[in-house]
C-alpha cells in the first residue's frame, strides 16, 4: 500500500504561482512513477503532469506545458508540482497519484484526497 498526501493548494490571481506537495509513504513508494491529475465540477479528472521514479523523466499535459513543472525529492518521498503564469482555467482540485506515469488516470492504483487551486480573474 502507497499513502499519499496533498497540500500546497489555495486561492491565487491569475498569473500568480502556487506549488502542491504530494508527501508518499508505505511499501515501495519510491518505486513508483508519479503524476499529477486534476478535477473540475462537472468535468473528467484529467492528466497534468508526471514524472517517472528515476532518471527525473517527465511528461505534460499539452494545457501546462511551458508553465508547470513537476519534481520529486527521493529521499524525502515527495513529489512536487510547481504551477506558474496560473489561469482561471487552472482551477481545479489537483490529485497526486502513484502509478505507470502515464496519462490515464484509471491506470493509477494510488490516490492522495486531493488539494483545491482556485485562480481568480
Known amino acids: 500500500q502507497v499513502q499519499l498526501v496533498e497540500s500546497g493548494g489555495g486561492l491565487v490571481q491569475a498569473g500568480g504561482s502556487l506549488r502542491l506537495s504530494c508527501a508518499a509513504s508505505g511499501r515501495a513508494a519510491s518505486s513508483h512513477a508519479m503524476a499529477w491529475f486534476r478535477q473540475s465540477p462537472g468535468k473528467e479528472r484529467g492528466f497534468v503532469a508526471a514524472i517517472i521514479s528515476r532518471g527525473g523523466g517527465t511528461l505534460y499535459a499539452d494545457s501546462v506545458k511551458g508553465r508547470f513543472t513537476v519534481s520529486r525529492d527521493n529521499a524525502k518521498n515527495s513529489v512536487y508540482l510547481q504551477m506558474n503564469s496560473l489561469k482561471p482555467e487552472d482551477t481545479a482540485v489537483y490529485y497526486c497519484?502513484?502509478?505507470?506515469?502515464?496519462?490515464?488516470?484509471?491506470?493509477?492504483?494510488?490516490w492522495g484526497q486531493g488539494t483545491q487551486v482556485t485562480v481568480s480573474s
Open positions: 497519484a502513484a502509478g505507470p506515469g502515464s496519462r490515464r488516470a484509471d491506470e493509477y492504483g494510488y
